[in-house]
């Protein structure tokens, strides 16, 4: 082959695999972009939403890719909450806070004792 034409397919070559590799790493970062923080909390609250009965008795908090979730739930709904959250995309880890009701004709009752009990603490 003539000297030239050795230069030129490896230039070719190297400029091709380049292409590549880029594609390639800017498609993983798309893979792994991390949510924003207040983007997260929307999702996170959203599957709330549809998971319980109760969704006004959960806090969100999060930082980075951890959640934590405190407040009052249904312990017939916690393990299946606590599941799919842990599925969302940005999610790492879920810190669980939740206090679990067993009664769900009392749960609203139970609910108000404990944060009364928690305001109680709090002025003492």
């Known amino acids: 082959m003539h000297p ?3 230069v030129a397919a490896s230039f070719a070559a190297g400029a ?3 292409y590549w590799f880029d594609s390639a790493v800017a498609r993983r970062q798309a893979r792994g ?13 959203g599957c709330i939403g ?3 009965s109760h969704p006004d008795a959960i806090r969100v908090s999060v930082d980075g890719g951890i959640v934590r979730v405190s407040g009052h739930v249904l312990a017939s709904e916690q393990d299946r909450l606590l599941s799919q959250l842990t599925h969302l995309p940005g999610v790492h880890k879920v810190h669980n806070a939740l206090s679990a009701v067993q009664d769900p004709g009392r749960f609203d009752e139970q609910r108000a004792a404990q944060l009364q009990g928690e305001f ?5």
């Open 16 to 18: 091709a695999a380049m």
């Open 50 to 52: 549809r998971l319980v």
């Open 120 to 124: 109680g603490a709090g002025a003492a």
């Open 33 to 45: 972009q991390v949510l924003s923080q207040s983007r997260l909390r929307e999702q996170v609250q």
């Open 4 to 6: 030239i034409l050795n």
